[in-house]
Nanobody, 122 residues
Framework: QVHLVESGGGSVQTGGSLRLSCAVS????????MSWFRQVPGKEREGVAR??????TYADSVKGRFTISQDNVKNTLDLNMDNLQPEDTAIYYC?????????????????WGQGTQVTVSS
């Protein structure tokens, strides 16, 4: 059974940094396709970063500021977020695909964590 648990969310001021981590069980991150999504209440969930067999993809809104990585020893998926802006405020979710397909189509991600809140104040 696949289980994803996010941690590391919190509150920071504009320009600050946070590192999110997703602890994964029942699924090997080293041979996987996983992503970070975020959602603001009342808006659709959006994909922000993806890693597939070491290849990374980012949404334009976070390029150059966010870095996705995986720790194959700890079996975690991480998201380092720098130069955070108020518009980055959202609930952040990690998600995993059972079969690797391109992009952030939510229906292709059967496994989701419960989310962690990130709040950026100006």
């Amino acid at each position: 059974q696949v289980h994803l648990v996010e941690s590391g969310g919190g509150s920071v001021q504009t320009g600050g940094s946070l590192r999110l981590s997703c602890a994964v069980s029942g699924y090997q991150v080293s041979v996987s396709c996983m992503s970070w999504f975020r959602q603001v209440p009342g808006k659709e969930r959006e994909g922000v970063a993806r890693i597939a067999y070491g290849t990374t993809t980012y949404a334009d809104s976070v390029k150059g500021r966010f870095t996705i990585s995986q720790d194959n020893v700890k079996n975690t998926l991480d998201l380092n977020m720098d130069n955070l802006q108020p518009e980055d405020t959202a609930i952040y979710y990690c998600a995993a695909q059972s079969q690797c397909t391109f992009g952030f189509l939510e229906s292709t991600y059967p496994y989701w964590g419960q989310g962690t809140q990130v709040t950026v104040s100006s």
